[in-house]
Every structure is written in C-alpha cells, then in structure tokens.
C-alpha cells in the first residue's frame, strides 16, 4: 500500500522484537492546535506516552527511559506534575533527561521514550547523587540500562569546579552507576554529551580517550556544543548500555570521518546506535576532519540515508532494520522535506520512529545530521 509523503506523519510509537521507541509526543490538542499555555501543553505530552505505547503492546511499566524537551527551563516546574501521575511508584521510575532546546513553532515541550516489552523496570543510583527531580540515577529494563542525566556533582557533595573536572566527575559517576548494575564500561552502547562552551572539545576528547582507550571498541557519541545548560553545570551526559549481551562492534563508512575518536556506530549484542551522520559523500581521498557535506539538503539527505545503510549493510541488515531516528535539524522549515524522504527510503510497513533535535548543528553548511537506532 502506498503512503503519501504531503500527509505523513511518523508513527506514535515502533516495535522492533521487544524494543519500543515512541516518535516526538507533543502537546498539541486533538484537532492539532497547541494552547500557548505551557502547562496544558506538557500535560497533553504525558497523556498521549500511554496511548502511543499500547499501540505497540506495550505498557508504563516497561519504559526505560524519557526524553523531555523544553523551550524554555521556565517550562521545568511543570514536567514533574504528569511524570508522577504516570510514573507513581518512586522505587521503579524510567530514567530521565530533559533538554532545552529550539522547538517547532508553537511547541513549547515534547517527549519521547524508551521501554522493553516483557522486562521488568528496576532502579539504580550513583550513591550520594540524587536528582532534584523524582527520578532515579538510571533505569534498567530487560537487558536494557539508561542513565538519567550524569554531572559533575561529586558524591555528598557540590558540583566540581569548572569543565574538566566536571567531565572527570560524570564519567566517576557513569562508572559508579554501571556497578550498581554489575555492569562496566564494555557495556556502554552510546553516550549523549551536552556541554556549554565548544571552546572544551579538546578537554573531552582527552578524557574521553581515557575512558576508551582502544581503537575500534568505543561507544557511538553525540555531543552537543554551546548547550542550553543551567546553573555552574557545565556538562550534563547520558549512558545507554546493554547488560550481559557480548562484546561491542564498531562501525564505519569509508571515506568519511568523525572529527572526534568516536565511530560512526556501534553494536551490542541486537542493538546498534549511530553516532552523528552527516550527508557527506563518501571519498576516501578526504582526510578532512568531520568531512564536509554535500550542497544542498536533497544532496545531503541523499549521502545522509546512504552513509546509514552503508553501516546497516555492514551488520547484515538493511535500512528496514533501523526502529528510531533522530534528526538534528538547522531549520524546522526542513522538517517536511526530510519526512518526505523518509517515506521514499523505507518501506511503508517498515517506518521508523522519528524525533527532530534543534540544537546547534556543527557544521556551516550542514542542514541536518542523522542519529539511527536500529534492532537486528
């Protein structure tokens, strides 16, 4: 059956085996008008998570992980009023990062999440680290653990004194939370960065690099420079890993490259997550740190879908296996354009879930930048 690419809008929520991933939820009304007032607005997010959930069998009690995103941090007193009405069992909370960021015009907060069919959600904690808000250091559902947001706040204590030891303090915090789950840093699939200044890139590279250390056997990354981050906070991190599912493989595609020593993806066990694709065209001639993409968006989401199924190819998959993208757009005027493309790309009983970032993109000419999650 054929879809039309004018109407489509991404589905609520897919199933990949018995992982779930929900496209954006908004707070847009049933007829599709957004109320000016933030609350009614966030309200409205909450109350679609439950429905959009159980259109692919699945319940509250096995999400992992939410994602919540603000236009403004006034818009934060308001996010935990349906988080407790959903989530009211404080000993078994989903995981939980909020963002600040551009938002399509009218919206001011959306949501997405995580969950695993079949699992039963358990918490975790960095010890002497809680969160202002009602939500755990991490969640655990199945094989699946997310942390919520990791800072520098040493344990019993405050937030450390400026950005390097800040990232030091996240990742002591990262590992700390890994070992509650009996876990460790071979089991990290990916990791979100949000950072302040970009002027620190090469301080988290050097830490980084003493995190994972080895060539070939790192996590899939995404950072996020010049982020909308409160307070003396300068860096805020979140963890996805696999429990107890093997060894980790990392991908790329010949002839473009990360600026950072991060793959282009990585796989643990049946999941893969990418770290930023741009729309480069693949040259094995070029050398030139973080590539430079095609001109043009056509051209760029063109090499952008083909630099993932490259990595799709190499797991011995096709774009048919990717369940979740996210998409760092320049401008929402795009937005159309690119769902466009997306129906051409994948199979209409295939569809991925879609969830569109407006953050800062790295790149001059670069209009958007992929970040795929795919099920084998």
Known sequence: MAISSKTWTPPPAVRRGNYVFTSTLNGAATDGTLDPNGEVQMRRAWAKLPE??????????????????IADHALR??????????????????????????????????????????????????????????????????????????NGQEPHGKVRDGVSAQIDQAYINGKTLLEQAGASWDDVLHFWVFMKEELDIDTLVEKWLGVFPKDGDRPARKSFLQADIQGDQQVHMQLTALLNSGKRSNYEVAGVHHRDPIPMGSRIGDLFMSSGVFGIRPDPQDHTPGG?????????????????????????????????????????????????????????????????????????????????????
């Not at 250091?137 to 653990?145: C, H, K, M, T, W």
Request: glycine share 8%.
């Open 52 to 69: 959009a959930l159980a259109t692919v069998g699945a319940t509250l009690d096995e999400v992992v992980e939410v994602g919540v995103y």
């Open 77 to 150: 007193p308001h996010i935990s009023l349906g988080w407790l009405e959903l989530f009211t069992d404080e000993n078994s909370r989903p995981a939980r990062r909020t963002t600040a960021m551009r938002m399509p015009p009218g919206e001011l907060c959306s949501i997405t999440a995580r969950a695993v069919v079949g699992g039963k959600r358990r918490n975790v904690h960095v010890p002497g680290v809680p969160h202002k808000d009602p939500l755990p250091g991490g969640a655990i559902v199945g094989n699946l653990l997310v942390s919520s947001a990791l």
């Open 292 to 376: 430079k993409p095609a001109e043009g968006l056509p051209a760029q989401l063109t090499y952008a879908f083909a630099n993932v199924e490259t990595m799709m190819i190499e797991n011995g998959g096709t774009l048919e296996d990717v369940a979740h993208l996210g998409i760092l757009v320049k401008d929402y005027a795009d937005r159309q354009a690119i769902l466009e493309a997306i129906v051409r790309e994948f199979p209409v009983d295939r569809l991925p879930a879609v969830h569109f970032w407006g953050m800062s993109v790295p790149s001059p000419i670069a209009r958007l930048q992929l970040y795929a999650t795919a099920v084998f």
